[in-house]
């Protein structure tokens, strides 16, 4: 099995090597933002510019990653949060037939971010870390994954 890992720079990225012990024993690769702490990642990655950095280099290097991330044929994807990059990548994975996780982060308490509210129609599973949240929005909740 194949895993495309879609998680920010920051404390996103941070939240999915939490969640390496999940992840490790398979095949993956990253999807992240292009930052001095990405580049540094051993790990294989596809690094994307921000697009607070600049709208038009983000959708160039979409336009230009997509294909080559597809060429891994990941079996799965799944997203810590990655903002405008998920909301391009869940709707498109899933028409491929891939997969999708969505796990929000565990500072979200009481509501669900405006990323999670794009892709949750896109996610085969949509995973919060508040029994409270999961019980007010109707989603899966199976303790706290940090």
Known sequence: MKIALACS???????????????SKYDYFFITYDSVRTRELREKKFLIVHPADSCVRFFINMIWNVPKILLEKPDVLISTGMGWTDIVLFPLFRLCGIYTIYIESLANVSNVTGTGKLVRKFANRFLVQWPKLAEEIGAEYHGGLL
Do not use: N, P
């Open 9 to 23: 720079k920051g404390g996103h990225l941070q939240e999915m090597f939490k969640l390496k012990d999940a992840w």
